[in-house]
């Protein structure tokens, strides 16, 4: 998929335009995206980074990096994507101005988004303005108990099943792998340790099982209490994997959370329990 931070980037060319944040591309999202695809035109999105409630001075915790939300809107057949730099001068744009610059700018045609979709000063802007200036539209409805808000909440929890029926895939933690205590090598049970971007969601501390790189993975997200953590620590253990994962990406789907962390009498007790994790996580399924 081709990726530009201005519309000159991609020209003007006949289009079939997805818009909107797409923060985690949930189900409901796929929806929206789906519906430019099939339209016919070039499919394109155009998007917004950072998130819009967070440049308007809300806390918003994301679901996904910008470069892991392209992947996925890419992963659904969108060809081209505009990424919109969005600061108070683009939130203060009049929908007209928005429109003329970041739709008709590049050629689109058709604009698809979620019926609750606004943009411009004052919010002011929506798919029947844009019908007015002569913009095919099409309305995607929401899907009902889907958003990133309730996906967040359920993420924050520690539901990672529930959460990942609104995404339509499993609810994952991406970061770059890197040094942490070397304890679980000790134990029998290396971990990659992986340092996350501090905007995104972290899912309940706990113990879970899911997957990393075509296999399984035990994963804890906490501050180890039995060594007296305090820093909190997102450690996987890839389940019959060799190899060293320094500084690599690495994307982590969790697929169910077995139990809380804790803290154990003996190191003994630490390593029987983690023992029963590997084999939860070898008879776990994936939730979608």
């Not at 990096?65 to 505009?82: F, P």
């Not at 154990?264 to 994790?277: C, G, H, K, M, P």
Request: charged share 25%.
């Amino acid at each position: 998929m081709r990726v530009a931070r201005d519309p000159r980037e991609l020209g003007s060319r006949p289009r079939a335009v997805a818009i909107g944040t797409f923060d985690g591309v949930h189900v409901g999202h796929q929806a929206v995206v789906r519906a430019a695809v099939d339209a016919g035109p070039l499919p394109t999105v155009v998007t917004f980074h950072p998130h819009p409630r967070e440049v308007l001075g809300y806390q918003v915790s994301l679901l996904a990096t910008l470069e892991r939300r392209l992947e996925l809107l890419g992963g659904l057949g969108v060809e081209e994507a505009l990424v919109v730099e969005f600061s108070p001068q683009v939130a203060d744009l009049e929908p007209e101005e928005f429109a003329r610059t970041y739709l008709a700018g590049i050629g689109a045609e058709l604009v698809a988004a979620g019926e609750s979709f606004r943009f411009g000063r004052a919010r002011r802007g929506d798919l029947a303005l844009l019908e007015g200036l002569g913009f095919k539209t099409c309305v995607v409805p929401n899907v009902e108990g889907c958003s990133s808000t309730e996906i967040r909440r359920l993420t924050a929890a520690g539901d990672v099943r529930a959460a990942a029926a609104l995404l339509g895939r499993p609810v994952e933690v991406e970061g770059t792998v890197v040094s942490g205590d070397q304890r679980g090598g000790t134990l029998g049970f290396p971990t990659a340790n992986l340092r996350t971007d501090p905007a995104l969601l972290v899912p309940a501390f706990g113990i879970y099982a899911g997957a990393a790189r075509g296999g399984g993975a035990a994963v804890s997200i906490g501050v180890n209490p039995h060594y007296g953590g305090a820093e909190r620590r997102i450690e996987a253990y890839l389940l019959d994997f060799e190899g060293d994962l320094y500084g690599e990406r690495l994307i982590v789907e969790l697929w169910e959370r077995l139990r809380d962390e804790r803290a154990f009498e003996t190191e003994a007790e630490l390593v029987a329990q983690i023992e029963r994790d590997v084999a939860a996580t070898r008879a776990a399924t994936r939730p979608v």
